[in-house]
């Protein structure tokens, strides 16, 4: 099955795309080891699903959870064979936004895979956050326009349509399932294209998505996402700062929304995205955005969680051995948001 939204379904997992078994727990905020051994015995019995022929052979279990630190903290030697990483909110709360999974023999990284991939993080941690300022110039520098797409070409723009449609064909997706995207309310579509600043273009030729959840726990707990998903640059653009241009317009237009209490209600409180370690070019992107990676969380917290998403869904570009791949989560705070913000008047 074409699943088009990254967000996903909530609890009960259910079958997803990419022979996945997916949700995000909402029965409450993880505050007690007693939850937490609870939710790690229904991980253990749903993960009996796997490659069983009723649920389509589904080969990986993916679910998250909204933890207190504390409660990971003390139960790492239990949550060891389930966490794949966590993201911390950031914002006082002690809480952190914990990915668990696990996937079948049939479905296994490859070694030499991720050690590439690996190398590209390291390499991509060590790079220095920009300014929102200098991103948005190199992309008008180059020639290129800057927008995020209105409601009314989302809906009714043939072009938009036609110019989106041809570079999401990466991820599998047809004309129809281009059209949902663009008209879903839930979701900020960016674009670049090759009209210049201040005009519509020609051709788009670079698009970002940020799809947006606001979650209401059992217990009474809320939690307002953004997800960065499905960016795509035609080959013959790349290299040029696109991408970091459409997410930086997408952060800006977050952070208006979320500083006017406009976004889904409220304010944000977590904004991610799940990057392939094969794209060195995304990988470093994110972090000049001001993104934090999983992989760090965990490290500086000396826990035993890996910090990547194992053979986690297809993307096309760099050549790889799977027939997934494996994503490096990275993340920004909502004062991250704001700051970043700040910086596009900064000279």
């Known amino acids: 099955m074409t699943d088009t939204s990254s967000i996903g379904p909530g609890w009960p997992p259910a079958v997803s795309s990419c022979h996945r078994i997916k949700g995000i727990d ?16 229904s991980l253990e019995a749903e993960s009996e699903r796997l490659n069983h022929p009723d649920d389509g052979g589904c080969d990986r279990l ?31 709360s002690g809480r952190l936004l914990v990915y668990f999974g696990r996937n079948a023999g049939s479905r296994p990284c490859d070694a030499a895979d991720l050690d590439r991939a690996l190398a590209n993080v390291e390499i991509a941690e060590q790079r220095d956050v ?17 927008r995020i797409l209105t409601a009314d070409e989302r809906r009714g723009s043939e072009e938009v349509l036609l110019g989106v449609a041809d570079l999401y064909r990466r991820f599998g997706w047809n004309r129809d399932e281009t059209r949902d995207i663009l008209q879903n309310p839930g979701s900020l579509i960016a674009v670049a294209s090759t009209g210049g600043p201040g005009r519509r273009g020609e051709e788009i030729v670079c698009a970002g998505i940020a799809e947006l959840s606001h979650l209401e726990f059992g217990d009474g707990e809320e939690l307002r996402m953004a ?10 653009h790349q290299g040029r700062g696109l991408y970091s241009g459409v997410a930086a317009t997408l952060m800006l237009e ?54 990547f998403l194992p053979q986690h869904v297809p993307i096309a570009g760099a050549p ?17 948001l704001y700051r970043f913000a700040e910086s596009r008047s900064a000279v």
């Open 62 to 92: 993916s679910l998250r959870a909204l933890c207190d630190e504390s409660v990971i903290a003390r139960s790492l030697p239990r949550i060891e064979p389930w966490a794949e990483a966590v993201l911390p909110l950031d914002d006082g």
């Open 320 to 336: 790889r051995s799977t027939r997934y791949n494996d994503l490096f989560p990275t993340y920004f705070s909502r004062q991250t």
């Open 227 to 236: 997800e960065f998903t499905e960016a795509a640059t035609l080959s013959t």
């Open 254 to 307: 977050l952070a208006r929304r979320s500083a006017g209490q406009d976004l889904l209600g409220g304010e944000l409180d977590l904004g991610f995205g799940e990057c392939s370690g094969h794209d060195l070019g995304v990988l470093i992107a994110a972090r000049r955005l001001g993104r934090r990676f999983a992989r760090t969380a965990s490290k500086q917290r000396a826990w035993p969680v890996r910090g």
């Open 130 to 146: 920009e300014k929102a300022a200098a991103m948005l110039r190199r992309v008008s520098d180059g020639g290129y326009g800057l």
């Open 26 to 41: 909402t029965r409450g905020v993880i505050r007690e080891s007693a939850q937490l051994g609870a939710l790690l015995d």
